[in-house]
């Protein structure tokens, strides 16, 4: 198994508070890395999904009051809202008698309403880390690692398996079970045969402007039933909106989010292509690139930084732009093959938004200044350059 970097920054959260929440997709190996640092610290797990582990925290004080020298790691929280109070709770007494750092680990599949939920009860006692998906710095150098990232994806056990056929058919067996288990848990029930085809749909669009008017018509819904099935596979970290940027440029600018599946794994499966041999030959191979890099880019920038793209109606557009909190912005097209140069779009769009730095990723390894203040670059090399910008190289 492939080692995942987020321990240390899980272990120095769990020092600043007294509780921390783990968030990510199902699979992504978020349990795995909390029984790491639950054996690390001597802590102890409890799997809110087992009913035994539930029936021991129908008095949750009295239970983890027996564990306050200890971390406890509450996986599937989500199964409990009504214990964040009581979390709250026993922090409090904790910090009153002058300790209660690094008390919980809460694991979450549902981004947002575990933010909302924690959020609500446990305001200034709890840190948030994402985990997100294998990427490019976490999978062995070279052009074939990174194919294969691509084309599998970076859920862990569908990068490591034997061949691409056994992956696509795990990736298809996750799609099948996220529709049919795991999403009613986490709002009203969705017709498991609908949200299929609006995942396949958003797959089919990947890189577009989301158009929810279309969508709705296709699938017969509503616009308002399809703006909230999107919500909630944007919750669960599965599809992401890009939203674009608002700046007063005195030029049109489109307002729509553009979207994507997160996971280039989980898009290939969903529309049935099984290696690189058949993805190449794919009109969405471009746009799959497309998200694939910005998905790296996104989850090896520091923290706080603000992700956008910048289209006018007149064609000029930037593919991913980073707003740091240090002020600093950097504008970012992605190609995929060996070709680097970018359109005029690309050179009309960094006149309108003036970056510090700007950056072609492209396919090769060799890095190649194309005009003053503009290189092509790899995936990986720009990726090591925010890992090291984010401190944690």
């Known amino acids: ?17 007294a509780a921390v929440a783990l968030i990510g997709p199902r699979q992504v190996g978020k349990t795995t890395l909390a029984f790491h640092v639950a054996r690390e610290l001597s802590g102890r797990y409890l799997d809110l999904e087992d009913l035994r582990d539930r029936a021991k925290l129908e008095d949750p004080a009295y239970f983890l009051n027996q564990y306050e020298d200890s971390l406890v790691v509450l996986d599937e929280i989500h199964r409990m809202p009504d214990l964040f109070q009581s979390l709250r709770g026993i922090i409090d007494q904790g910090r009153r008698a002058g300790e209660g750092k690094g008390r919980f680990l809460l694991l979450g599949s549902a981004s947002m309403d575990l933010l909302r939920q924690s959020g609500e009860s446990l305001a200034g006692r709890i ?3 994402e985990m997100a998906p294998l990427g490019v710095l976490e999978v062995g150098d070279g052009v074939a690692a990174t194919t294969r990232l691509w084309v599998r994806g970076g859920y862990p ?26 999403v009613p848990q986490f709002g009203p029930r969705v017709p498991a045969e609908t949200l299929a085809r609006l995942w396949t749909m958003i797959a089919h669009s990947q890189g577009a402007l989301l158009n ?8 017969s819904l509503s616009a308002q039933t399809v703006t ?28 729509s989010p553009k979207v994507y599946v997160r996971d280039s794994g989980l898009l290939h499966a969903l529309l049935d292509i099984a290696d690189h041999d058949a993805l190449c030959g ?18 090896a920038a520091p923290p706080r930084t603000h992700a956008s793209f910048y289209r006018t109606s007149a064609g000029a557009e930037i593919d991913l732009i980073l707003d740091f909190p240090s002020g600093e912005r950097w504008a970012i097209e992605v190609k995929l093959g060996l070709n680097p140069k970018p359109g005029k779009g690309f050179h009309l769009a960094r006149e309108d938004v003036q970056p510090h730095r700007s950056f072609v990723v492209y ?20 990726a090591r350059e925010l890992n090291a910008k984010n401190g944690s190289a």
């Open 212 to 219: 929810v008017s279309r969508l709705a018509a296709s699938l």
């Open 1 to 17: 198994m492939i080692e995942r970097k987020l321990r240390n920054v899980v272990l120095k959260a769990l020092k600043r508070q």
């Open 157 to 182: 056990e569908n990068y490591l398996a034997s061949d691409d056929m056994e992956s696509l058919a795990l990736r298809t067996d996750f799609i099948r079970t996220y529709l049919e288990r795991d």
């Open 228 to 255: 909230r099935y999107i919500d909630l596979m944007a919750d669960l970290l599965l599809v992401r909106r890009l939203q674009p940027l608002h700046a007063n440029l005195k030029k049109r600018l489109v307002k």
């Open 282 to 299: 794919h009109p969405v191979a471009g746009a799959s690139w497309e998200g694939f890099v910005i998905e790296n880019l996104l989850n």
């Open 127 to 129: 840190a948030y880390v």
């Open 363 to 382: 396919s090769d390894a060799e890095r190649v200044p194309l005009s003053e203040g503009l290189e092509a670059i790899s995936l990986r090399e720009l």
